[in-house]
């Protein structure tokens, strides 16, 4: 059998640090979880993903002839 380790040693992953991550599209560092994931910093990620219109914003009253057979 021979001697090398299975798996990596504790006290060695404590002493290593993190791998920086940069926004792909600034280049400045990562620190959320999420935006590690996906490679964006929240403030470019709403560049390039902007909110939905809401649709509320969009009804407006339009004038409309009265159906035939109904007396206003």
């Known amino acids: 059998m021979s001697e090398e380790p299975l798996a990596i040693a504790v006290d060695s992953a404590e002493g290593a640090s993190r791998r920086t991550v ?26 390039l993903h902007p909110p939905a219109p809401d649709i509320r914003t969009r009804r407006h009253e339009v004038e409309q002839d009265p159906l035939p057979g109904l007396d206003r």
């Open 22 to 47: 940069r926004c792909r599209l600034c280049g400045r560092p990562l620190t959320g979880a999420g935006s590690r994931r996906t490679g964006l910093g929240p403030t470019c990620d709403a560049k």
